[in-house]
């Protein structure tokens, strides 16, 4: 029978154990070993059963047993001990507090994101954007960064996976009922819960609760539009995550972006928290959260340019995709039907709207609106996610700051990290506590074989439940026994399953694959795990290929894919491996993190250099999959190359030194358990989140805060007004003359060491000096007269305006560097509050300046 009507029953604490629910409530359970310990010991047997949710297994628990909890005395010395540890981790002055420079650091930072990985028992996560977020979340939490995170519930999170009996993804979308998540209502004084509610088209509202939940000390708020104020259309918009049409993201998009920034009001009237001064969006998805705070200065009466700038001092844009499918796109009538003269966002006008989104770059749709482009023009700063996306980034929006060079283009990186505490098995942490370099080899690696062994069998148990669901009987499944093998060097490879990450390029050969899992001395075994986006048929297709191939008696008990990967099953998959495999397309992966998480339990990573791994890899501690990026446009044969070098790695390098004992079987493979300690100790602390988010500080917000609190209205009213005059007078700019006055170029070549004095004249027309910077760029050229390395050399004004209005100026350019070396001469905007490449503006010599349009020297 079915229920009509569900509604949850919360449990009545008795009164000594109510710090017990406190606990549940406050996430940092999730990564507290000891927290978790203490639910577990609220009910061992429960504790599995829900799912090690602390807030599942307090509704579930008997009251027989609580009343003999709350007269347990052992257990609530402990309880009060634990709860005793999280005031004060809530509390106490952290790394924020103590900064010297603190009063120049941000009051808050609200951050925004799409999805957010907390725990498995929050499940608003599709992959590693979310699981950052979560991350980043976390990190901030324990350095005392006052962080508001923003995101939406989804009342169906992301899908789960399971597996057809031949091998097709099967998607489901259980309800989550907040009720029975740590989440609780956003209220007003008066106990109603708080509504932001969205204008639009035809006279509808799009109306949202706000749950919050708590990360640490950072509080989540999550909007919802599952509430009974909305239509059934409207009521649908946070359904679920990366699901739906256009116009359905459009509404996520608003709802999350403009309701967000409404949910952070609300919420800072309501509890007092410090209202942000940094805003940063994590992806392009929330863009429209400067829209709105641009509509919010306009309400008090500023201009729209002058809102502008006054919005974008305070904001930091992170990009995270190379992959143009990876960007939202809208049509420019979807949006302007929405942010209409009476839409969600009355007095910003739509001309200036769609401006934002133009694709003014080439290969650039006329008619489409791109969140990440208005996600960089929204904000001064901008970052990719580590040091190589930061570089392919530059070049991919390189066209919204036409005329200058990739390396100008004002985006820099930020490497991601990982929560430690959240990622680390606890056999590993507890290693941590004497230094990984002095425990003995042998504790080293017991403990590898014993995460290993673990994983061993919750691979089992997971196989066996995925082949009930695909339909197979217990009788059939005695194999699943036999599955792995704890002494066996196990390869894992797991991740979402976009084309470029290649899920299938180890069956690239496919007999050569099963040698290598097969091989007589130095046997390998691999665990694939992976959802395929539900709308990505490509994709299912992949898994389908890896799943037959490991459903093959032959290899099934080396190879295995598991279903519905997850934050669960990533904390038992990272340590049990000893190798992390990853293999994209080049340089497609922005960053890549599960490397990062392999890597602190001391898994050594196997990959291409892309992402972080390009960064930080050495051969002390892991292998660089051999790449045929750029050599070969031919993407089936650049496949097959790079599938050959990662079976010749495993077999020549990889699995010897794993089963390097010596003669004797009992010895231990020193030279890898060297890699692993160098993994740890090397690796370790370069890959975590709490280096990234003090990054995110030094580097990002608190420049952001500086810039908000500059750009107060009078300021930036100028900003604004300078930038339109700039503009206004920039035709009239040129570089007329560039001459060399001493060291003699002549016959093309000058001696290393020697100084070029620069003479140039430059016509300003209506612009001073001040507004501009005249600069030499220099640097060796190619044989296109290209200029790489670039140095720059500021020029000074020496003398003007003549009648013409010419400006004369000067300085030195030092030679050194000997082989073929080139300059030329730039004027650009500059501006105390901009990066030099801010406005897009920029003049160059023409043909007509003579020698000045790069002189070479061979
Ligand atoms: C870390 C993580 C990811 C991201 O991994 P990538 O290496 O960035 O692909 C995806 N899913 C889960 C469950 C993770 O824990």
């Known amino acids: 029978m079915k229920a009509i009507r569900r509604f949850t029953v919360r449990p009545v604490l008795p009164e000594p154990l109510r710090p017990l629910s406190g606990l549940a409530r406050n996430l940092r359970w999730s990564w507290h070993p000891e927290t978790r310990e203490l639910f577990e010991a609220v009910d061992p047997g429960g504790w599995a059963a829900a799912g090690r949710d602390p807030v599942r297994l307090l509704g579930a628990v008997s009251a027989t047993r609580l009343a003999e909890l ?13 709860a005793a540890g999280l005031e004060e981790y809530l509390g106490g002055d952290r790394w924020y507090q103590q900064q010297s420079g603190g009063a120049e650091l941000p009051a808050a930072v609200a951050y925004f994101s799409p999805e957010f990985g907390v725990t498995a028992a929050l499940p608003q996560y599709s992959g590693g954007l979310g699981i950052l977020a979560g991350d980043h979340l976390k990190a901030a939490s324990d350095l005392g960064v006052p962080l508001i995170g923003v995101g939406l519930l989804y009342r169906h999170g992301y899908f ?47 109306r949202a609760c706000v749950w919050q939940a708590r990360v640490g000390r950072v509080p989540l708020l999550l909007l919802d539009s599952d509430i009974e104020d909305n239509g059934p259309t409207e009521r649908e918009v946070t359904d679920r995550l990366y699901g739906g049409g256009s116009e359905h993201r459009l509404l996520q998009e608003m709802l999350l972006g403009i309701g967000g920034v409404r949910a952070v009001r609300t919420y800072c009237r309501l509890s007092g928290h410090p209202e942000p001064e940094v805003f940063h969006t994590n992806e392009g998805h929330a863009g429209f959260q400067g829209l709105e705070r641009i509509r919010e200065l306009k ?14 001092g305070g904001t930091v844009f992170t990009t995270h995709t190379p992959v143009p499918a990876g960007i939202d796109r809208f049509d420019h009538e979807l949006v302007a039907r929405h942010f209409g003269d009476d839409g969600v966002l009355p007095g910003v006008p739509t001309d200036q709207v769609l401006r934002l989104g133009r694709e003014t770059f080439p290969g650039g749709e006329p008619n489409l609106f791109n969140m990440a482009a208005m996600g960089l023009r929204l904000a001064q700063r901008a970052n990719g996610v580590s040091t190589l996306h930061g570089a392919v980034s530059r070049q991919m929006f390189a066209g919204l700051w036409p005329g200058f060079d990739p390396q100008d283009v004002p985006i820099t990186s930020v490497t991601n990290g990982v929560h430690a505490p959240t990622w680390v098995a606890p056999e590993i942490a507890a290693l941590g506590d004497s230094g990984v370099g002095e425990v003995p080899d042998a504790d080293l690696w017991g403990v590898r074989r014993a995460l290993r062994e673990q994983l061993v069998y919750e691979v089992r148990d997971r196989l066996r439940a995925s082949w009930h669901q695909r339909g197979a009987a217990d009788a059939e499944l005695g194999w699943i026994d036999g599955v792995l093998d704890p002494d066996i060097l196990t390869i894992g490879f797991a991740r979402r399953v976009p084309s470029y990450k290649r899920l299938t390029l180890m069956l690239r050969d496919r007999e050569r694959l099963t040698q290598l899992l097969l091989h007589s001395e130095r046997p390998i075994q691999i665990v694939v795990a992976g959802k395929a986006h539900p709308a990505d048929d490509g994709g299912k297709r992949l898994v ?41 397309l080049r ?4 960053c890549g993190t599960s490397g990062m998480k392999a890597a602190l339990n001391g898994c050594l990573n196997l990959s291409v250099l892309d992402g972080w791994w390009d960064e930080w890899f050495e051969p002390d501690f892991g292998w660089a999959i051999p790449t045929a990026d750029g050599s070969s446009s031919d993407e089936d044969r650049r496949d097959t190359l790079e599938a050959n070098a990662l079976y010749a790695l495993i077999e020549d390098r990889v699995a010897p030194r794993f089963y390097d004992r010596t003669a004797d079987p009992a010895a231990l493979p020193g030279r890898w358990i060297e890699m692993v300690r160098r993994t740890m100790t090397t690796l370790g602390p370069k890959v975590l989140a709490d280096r990234m988010v003090r990054e995110y500080v030094e580097r ?34 040129a570089v007329d003359h560039v001459e060399a006055v001493s060291a003699s170029t002549a016959g093309g070549s000058a001696e290393l060491g020697s100084t070029l004095a620069l003479q140039v004249r430059v016509t300003l027309g209506q612009l001073r000096p001040d507004d501009v910077e005249v600069q030499a ?24 305006p003549d009648q013409a209005g010419r400006w004369v100026y000067e300085g030195p350019l030092a030679l050194d560097r000997t082989g073929p070396f080139g300059y030329t001469v730039r004027v650009l905007p500059t501006h105390p509050m901009l990066a030099a490449a801010d406005l897009g503006l920029v003049a160059l010599p023409t043909e007509a300046t003579g020698e000045g349009g790069g002189v070479l020297m061979r």
Not at 777 to 800: E, H, M, N, S, Y
């Open 299 to 312: 309400d008090t009466g500023l201009g729209f340019d002058t809102a502008l700038e006054a919005v974008r």
């Open 700 to 733: 990002l917000y608190a420049p952001a805060a500086h810039a908000h609190r500059a750009l107060d209205t009078e300021r930036a009213r100028e900003l604004a007004d300078w930038k339109s005059q700039v503009r206004a007078a920039w035709p009239g700019v």
């Open 587 to 590: 340089p497609l992966e922005a």
């Open 70 to 82: 709350a007269g347990d005395r052992g257990f609530l010395e402990r309880l009060a001990a634990v």
């Open 777 to 800: 760029v220099a640097g060796r050229v190619g044989a296109d007269d290209t200029i790489a390395d670039a140095q720059i050399f500021p020029l000074k004004p020496a003398g003007g």
């Open 160 to 206: 789960r996976q399971s597996l057809s009996r031949d091998g097709w993804q099967q998607e489901h979308y259980p309800v989550l009922d907040p009720n029975e998540l740590p989440l609780s209502l956003l209220r007003e004084a008066d106990g109603t819960p708080s509504r932001v509610a969205l204008t639009l088209p035809g006279g509808r509202s799009l």
């Open 544 to 584: 389908q290929e890896l799943v037959k191939f490991a459903d093959d008696p032959r290899v099934r008990h080396r190879i295995v894919f598991l279903p519905d990967y997850g934050m669960a099953m990533a904390q038992k998959l990272y340590p049990g491996c000893d190798v992390w495999l990853n293999n994209p």
